[in-house]
């Protein structure tokens, strides 16, 4: 199924299925996109993101800060963006940035559901072909 799920998809489309799998924040999709997406409006974009979430695929979640085992910091998806805050949300291009200050803290960062990920990732019965 992922196989034929994954290239069903658009190279936008993509593009926000790569970042949730990383868990990388929404600006981190610049990277990820292609020259002609570059250029769409960020409502549009947004609009890709969003069949996405409705789809049950990815998250929107804030950056919190983290503590590892050792003591080192970093961060982690945190709270949850409800999905009737998140057009709103997504239409403030300043979310569409890395941040000023250098810290990721509060930022939207997209993750991969259990449902995404059976689109990401290979089934064993596709690996075994």
């Known amino acids: ?14 593009a926000f299925m ?19 997406d570059q250029s769409r409006p960020i409502n549009e974009l947004a609009g890709i993101l969003l069949a996405l979430i409705d789809r049950g695929w990815i998250e929107v979640r804030r950056v919190a800060p983290w503590t ?27 979310n569409w940035e890395y941040p000023d200050d250098g810290s990721w803290i509060g930022a939207l960062t997209l993750v991969e559901t259990e449902a995404g990920k059976k689109i990401t990732r290979r089934s064993p019965e596709e690996m075994a072909e």
């Open 1 to 14: 199924m992922s196989e034929h799920e994954w290239q069903a998809l658009t190279k936008s489309e993509k």
């Open 18 to 36: 790569v970042n949730s799998f990383e868990i990388d924040i929404l600006a981190g999709v610049w990277g990820d996109l292609d020259d002609p």
């Open 68 to 94: 590892s085992p050792t003591g080192e910091n970093g961060f982690q998806p945190g709270e949850l963006v409800p999905r009737d805050q998140l057009s709103a949300v997504l239409e403030d291009a300043a």
